[in-house]
């Protein structure tokens, strides 16, 4: 008894990248990079860094009651919850989106 074993690329539909990509492979048009294993490590931690910098972190933080009310009163208009109102406000003033208004 034989073990047949589908291959999964058969019948495999390349979009034109895709395409392009494995004429370039088959014609040998790639080079090695040197030090790819100390390559991929950096590339690797980079990685890893980015999402930790992107990755939300939990804080404390004291508010009067009536402002928190008010934030999700506008969460509730807006069908978000009111934590992710308060990110996305912390994001957009940390991202020079949104200037401080002192009165």
Request: proline share 4%.
């Amino acid at each position: 008894m034989t073990n047949n074993l589908n291959d999964p690329f058969k019948g495999l539909i390349l979009d034109e990248e895709e395409q392009a990509v494995e004429d370039a492979i088959e014609k040998g048009e790639y080079e090695d990079v040197p030090d790819f294993e100390n390559n991929k490590k950096l590339i690797a931690e980079a990685a890893s860094r980015y999402v930790r910098l992107n990755t939300a972190k939990p804080m404390t933080l004291r508010v009067k009651q009536t402002d928190l009310i008010k934030i999700k009163v506008k969460a509730k208009r807006n069908n978000i919850p009111y934590q992710t109102l308060l990110g996305a406000v912390l994001h957009d003033f940390a991202e020079d989106k949104r200037e401080l208004s002192l009165k």
